[in-house]
């Protein structure tokens, strides 16, 4: 998985949140142990502020921003997880709709996006999300496209890049994409969430 970014300010504000916490935690064990008299061996200190910032930081990046998302705390939306869908290219003029699965993988600070197609496979390398436009909000990444070997003999790696927009009530992704100098292939997308 590689890092996002996110037009929100969230990041920062978490961040202080879990470090307000992680003191927070820190205090009240300190207070726990004296309280119960007792007395930690000389080469272990106390449980510290960053051993909490980082349990609280690992909880938060994997599971927490998922609930608080769903209350409306967090405006990261969720998109991990299997869309199933199809893309038309422009390779043959649009004129067939070629099957296509999408799984992506997501924590609230990173991304990994798998496109799957009977001829290739395609990995992000970098990934944005835009969550301040009127329309919903878009997922932008670039990628690398990897041929499979049985594929047309016209296929071969390249790069390009996909905008998504994401309807969190329909959960479908709906977009574009556009593909490097050599390919110079441009096609659209259309996936829905798998129960």
């Not at 927070?24 to 272990?44: D, K, T």
């Not at 499979?148 to 890049?161: D, E, P």
Request: charged share 20%.
């Amino acid at each position: 998985m590689h890092p996002y970014s996110i037009d929100t300010k969230e990041r920062r504000n978490i961040y202080f949140v879990l470090a307000i916490i992680s003191i927070i935690l820190s205090w009240i064990l300190n207070r726990i142990l004296l309280n119960c008299n007792v007395e930690l061996p000389w080469w272990a200190e106390s449980p510290s502020v960053l051993l909490f910032y980082s349990l609280t930081y690992t909880v938060f990046n994997k599971w927490g921003w998922k609930i608080f998302n769903k209350i409306g705390l967090i405006k990261t939306p969720n998109i991990s997880g299997n869309w199933t869908g199809h893309l038309q290219t422009s390779f043959d003029e649009h004129s067939s709709e070629i099957e296509a699965n999408l799984t992506i993988f997501q924590n609230w600070t990173k991304i990994k996006i798998i496109l799957k197609t009977e001829e290739s496979t395609s990995r992000s390398e970098t990934a944005s999300i835009i969550t301040d436009v009127p329309e919903g909000k878009y997922l932008n990444y670039q990628y690398i496209n990897e041929p499979k070997s049985y594929s047309a003999n016209t296929m071969h790696i390249h790069r390009g890049t996909t905008r998504l927009l994401y309807d969190d009530n329909e959960e479908s992704l709906i977009g574009e994409y556009f593909t490097g100098r050599d390919r110079q292939n441009f096609g659209s997308f259309n996936f829905s969430k798998d129960a």
